[in-house]
């Protein structure tokens, strides 16, 4: 009942009754215009298209010298020698994957009790506003801001922080190497605050869809708050908030500058997090500015190849996600 | 609350007495009471631990880049590295990011409010429709680092009016691809918004498509079109990753659109790596010029939405 006021209810009813109507004009002297106008927009959403079509096409095109020279090969590869023309991706890839996993292990139970607390009915309205918009606005921050901020303040603050986890937990593989400030175990948690965002914002619009009666008839039957927020509201609502980690997931794969500024770029694959790493984005940033030798060009390019295809099946995943949990409806 | 003694020999009127001294609130079991508050302190912990790096960037950037912050950094040249005490700023940066803004903006803006106006006023809802919205959102979630590389091969790499090499020109068209699904995303959602009885009423009056669209449907949406496009500039403002290898960075004022320049993020991005203490502390001004730029204009556009959604 109360969805009737909901505009985006509205807005897809609209849409609905504009389709069966052709409102353009069949007669009289304006016939061209109509006609003309109805091209110009239909041939500016195929340029809209063609741009990610002519992107794929022409990072594909640059990377082929090196796809030809070093094949399938490069993925598993080790070496980077500017010099001698070796190329291997699988340091960067590492990279890549480790941050992305430490910033969702971070992101995703932050991000879903910042959910919990802006839709639940825990904290009076002007707090829960203020919270949600605050979260969100962290997103509107320059990811070179975050990364500055990073270096001089962040990493810094968390220098101890890391001598600890390396004092107490030397005998756990993460922590086995002396912190020397700039680690991959930094950039997760940079990436983990620049994620945030997304994780919390679509969690809460999940929670929020989801109809009342199912949690007040799982606190009439005695389930105490969190009882009902395990049990009924997180399950319930589990594939939404599963396409917002996914989507997270994406962004935190291309993130590039707040990650490059505190990562340490070493080339090194170490299992310890307090060793610098490096990451696809990170090195593309880096070297890009300074490639001058054609395989050198194309092996950055074939990095940005990977990681396009590696965002793009992200993405997509996450956009069917959230287009199968709209399209159910959550709970009807 | 006197405790509740069982004897049989009471009469119902005793009873009745005192069943109001009866404790009516059972206790929970002591770990289904803990376990609750002992989440709700958890989340509410982890909900402030959330925005405790949002105010310390604030507070950071007001700090350290307050005091930098003078007349001189809006209209001078970065001064020469390792030269403190002299008059220095970033006015170069400025100029290239606004000519760089606004460049993308005059491409991406026209051409993704007509992408928006196929969608919302001439999709058939068919597969065209559902397949070029996915299509844009797919671009939209494409790392900045790879419309970079996109702009480089596509420009840099590329003989254009008899110049190769990095340029404004090539900062501007990786900026354009950054903003274009923005701007047609949220034009599309600002133009469903319209009732179609305004359509409707627009048609039965005479009025063709083109009329339709232009006199009715786009100045209803016209709030809802500015949030987007200003929520797409300010993206574009502080965008790093796609300007370092199309844009480079150049120490002087911009004088072609064929030449390297400078840019905000760009600047930061290399005095902040920078050994000089005089250039990191313009990182932290150029920060607070840069955000104050970028948070002005999305807290702005989004006020302007929630007035409009009538939240």
Partial sequence: MAKAFDPSLNAGLANDISLEIDLSSTEGEKVWLDKGFTILVGLSALASVAVLFWMSVVVAQQAWPAIQKYGAQFLWSMDWDIGQLLFGALPFIYGTIVTSMIALLIAVPVGIAVALMTSENLLPEWVKSPLAFTVELIAAIPSVIIGLWGIFVFTPVFEPVAMWLYQTFDWLIFFSTPPLGQSVLVAG??????????????SREVLLAIPAPLRSASMALGATRWETIFRVMLPTGASGILGAAVLALGRALGETMAVTMVIGNSLQISPSLLDPGTTIAANIALQFPEALDPLHIGALMYLALILFVLTLVVNVAAVFIVQFVSSKGIGG | MTAYNYDANRDEADLLDSAEDIDLEVPLPLVRRFFDRGMTVLAIVLAIA??????????????????????????????AVGEANVISGFGNAIQGTMVMVSIASLVSIPLGILTAIFLAEFGQAGWLTRSIRFILTVLSGVPSIVVGVFAYALIVLNTIAGYRGF?????????????????????????????????????????????????????????????????????????????????????????????????????????????????????????????????????????????????
């Fill in chain 2, 50 to 79: 959330a925005i405790i790096p949002l105010f310390s960037v604030l507070k950071e950037i007001i700090q350290r880049g307050l005091s930098g912050l003078s007349i001189h950094v809006f209209t001078s040249l970065p001064a």
């Fill in chain 1, 189 to 202: 948690i940079i990436l983990a605050i620049m994620v945030l965002p997304t994780m919390a914002a679509i």
């Fill in chain 2, 167 to 311: 340029s404004a020109l090539a900062g501007s068209v990786a900026l354009m691809v950054i903003m274009l699904p923005i701007v047609a995303l949220s034009t599309e959602e600002a133009l469903k918004l319209v009732p179609v009885p305004q359509r409707l009423g627009s048609s039965a009056l005479g009025g063709n498509r083109f009329d339709t669209t232009f006199r009715i449907v786009l100045p209803s949406a016209l709030a809802g079109i500015t949030t987007g496009c200003l929520l797409a500039v300010s993206r574009a403002a502080g965008e790093t990753a796609p300007l370092i290898f199309t844009a480079l960075f150049s120490q002087d004022w911009m004088t072609s659109i064929m030449d390297p320049v400078a840019s905000l993020p760009v600047l930061i991005y290399n005095y902040a790596s920078s050994p000089f203490a005089e250039q990191n502390a313009m990182a932290w001004t150029a920060s607070l010029v840069l955000l104050v730029l970028v948070l002005v204009t999305n807290i702005l556009s989004r006020i302007a939405t929630r007035k409009r959604a009538g939240r």
